[in-house]
């Protein structure tokens, strides 16, 4: 391995972390649908294996076909940066949507109290909608299958996001020295960039697992919705 390979390695490695550092929307929806939905650390890691995994691909699938494919550099970055303006709006229709049905997620459990009379007897009786207009086990089925489709939807959103600095910075370099300098480089940035996500959502999956605010546990569908619409914000709009 020649040494302008080694150094686009290292390059790789620097760029992959700083950048899945900075972008919070690498890591901060998964540690809000964690929290909101209690998943375990095990389960919050897999998914974003996943959608990170999914993140990847599609961006060296791209940079392959442009490299082989003879297509100029300038037109993998217009399609990048098209590919990253979808995404991030993607991202806030998903958070919006998200966070309507939290809201009304959070309405329908709130607990209320009913006064009646009974033959000069008043008494009263607790309940919540979420529960009490439903049968035992159909609530529970809706929900669990709206929370299956957001996972659904945030992997497809992953899928279309582009890891910008991997094209032009890493690929068009490394296929200039050689096949197997191509291939080093991108597996490098993949692995690292995998890796920084999964560390990141660790750290913080543990640190919230034993805050409770008792207080706003039934909006935190809602307040998960809320802050996927900010990441997605942010990358739309300040361009994070």
């Not at 009974?118 to 909608?129: L, Q």
Request: neutral net charge; glycine residues 8%.
């Amino acid at each position: 391995m020649t040494p302008e390979i080694l150094l686009l390695c290292g390059t790789a490695a620097t760029i992959a972390f700083v950048h899945t550092l900075l972008g919070p929307d690498h890591y901060l929806p998964f540690v809000a649908l964690a929290k909101s939905r209690e998943w375990s650390l095990g389960k919050a890691l897999r998914t974003t294996f996943l959608c990170g995994s999914g993140h990847i691909v599609g961006s060296v699938v791209l940079g392959f076909i442009g490299i082989y494919a003879s297509i100029q550099l300038n037109a993998l970055e217009w399609i990048e940066g098209w590919r990253g303006d979808i995404a991030a709006w993607a991202l806030v229709s998903f958070g919006l949507v998200y966070m309507a049905w939290g809201l009304r997620r959070s309405y329908r459990s709130k607990t209320h109290t009913h006064w009646h009379n009974h033959d000069g007897v008043r008494h009263s009786h607790i309940h919540a909608h979420e529960t009490s207009h439903a049968h035992a086990h159909s609530g529970e089925d809706t929900n669990d299958n709206r929370r299956s489709m957001a996972g659904w939807a945030i992997f497809i959103v992953f899928v279309l996001g582009p890891c910008e600095p991997l094209i032009p910075l890493l690929m068009f370099p490394a296929a200039k020295e050689s096949i197997t300098g191509l291939v080093a480089v991108t597996a490098v940035f993949a692995l690292v960039t995998v890796l920084t996500m999964l560390a990141a959502v660790a750290v913080s999956v543990w640190s919230l697992k034993s805050v409770r605010m008792p207080k706003i546990e039934r909006f935190s569908d809602a307040i998960a919705g809320g802050t996927i619409t900010m990441c997605g914000l942010s990358i739309a709009v300040l361009g994070l």
